[in-house]
């Protein structure tokens, strides 16, 4: 694995792990303030962190249980910029009933002071 692509999904683990133990702030800290995309979960785009946020809270107020995961990344990169394609997965938990919800997502991250920011995401379940 290349050292841009294991640098890019050591924050994509970090993000699916704060998911998975329901931390939200945790994994807003590593996207940029001027996040746009769009979510699995509604047709409009999104923009700014606190629609993000909402995303991400309405999967996990969606059953007892969530976890998300992601397989088989790969990354372009051009000057300052990489996109990162993967698939994913989120798991719903509620007492006996199990439901996968399964799709493919891209984050486009721009290299700052600070690191790697994601700036657009983009999910959609698969078909």
Do not use: A, P, T
């Given at each position: 694995m290349g050292d841009l692509l294991q640098e890019l999904v050591g924050?994509?683990?970090a993000c699916a792990e704060a998911f998975n133990r329901r931390d939200v702030t945790a994994i807003l800290a590593?996207?940029?303030e001027q996040i746009t995309g769009f979510s699995s979960t509604r047709h409009q785009r999104f923009h700014g962190l606190d629609e993000?946020?909402?995303t991400f809270e309405y999967y996990l107020s969606e059953a007892e249980q969530v976890?998300?995961?992601f397989s088989e990344p790969?990354?372009?990169s051009l000057d300052g910029i990489a996109i990162l394609s993967f698939?994913?997965?989120v798991t719903l938990k509620s007492g006996e009933k199990v439901t996968e919800i399964t799709g493919r997502?891209?984050?486009v991250f721009r290299k700052t002071d600070d690191g790697w920011k994601i700036v657009?995401?983009?999910f959609s379940r698969a078909h």
């Open positions: 924050i994509e683990k590593h996207f940029d993000l946020r909402q976890s998300y995961e790969e990354v372009v698939y994913w997965k997502g891209s984050h657009h995401e983009h």
